[in-house]
Nanobody, 126 residues
Framework: QVRLVESGGGSAQAGGSLRLSCAASAVTYSDACMAWFRQAPVKEREGVASIYGGSGSTDYTDAVKGRFTISGDGDKNTIYLLMNGLVPEDTGIYYC???????????????????WGQGTQVTVSS
């Protein structure tokens, strides 16, 4: 059974940093498309960043390019989201997502994901 467990959320001041982790079970990082999504209050969920473990290729939404970095560790079957230069608009619940059996060139934020974590709260104050 696939399980995704997020950690690392919390509060930060604007300009600060946080690092999120997502530990996956029953998903092999090297052949999975994994991603981070977020949902702010009264807003729709949006994709933040994705990574294909096999190649390390990444995709980011424009709002976080240059500030956030997604990475993964195949030995730990874990992905990370390093968030620098945080702004209040980054506040929301951050979800880890994964899908299997997807060719690497199709991995990206526009693709559907079949597995989701419970989410971790990120709050950025000005």
């Amino acid at each position: 059974q696939v399980r995704l467990v997020e950690s690392g959320g919390g509060s930060a001041q604007a300009g600060g940093s946080l690092r999120l982790s997502c530990a996956a079970s029953a998903v092999t990082y090297s052949d999975a498309c994994m991603a981070w999504f977020r949902q702010a209050p009264v807003k729709e969920r949006e994709g933040v960043a994705s990574i294909y473990g096999g190649s390390g290729s990444t995709d980011y939404t424009d709002a976080v390019k240059g500030r956030f970095t997604i990475s993964g560790d195949g030995d730990k079957n874990t992905i990370y989201l390093l968030m620098n230069g945080l702004v209040p608009e980054d506040t929301g619940i951050y979800y880890c997502a994964a899908t299997r059996g997807l060719p690497g060139y199709l991995c990206g934020l526009q693709h559907g994901f079949g597995y989701w974590g419970q989410g971790t709260q990120v709050t950025v104050s000005s």
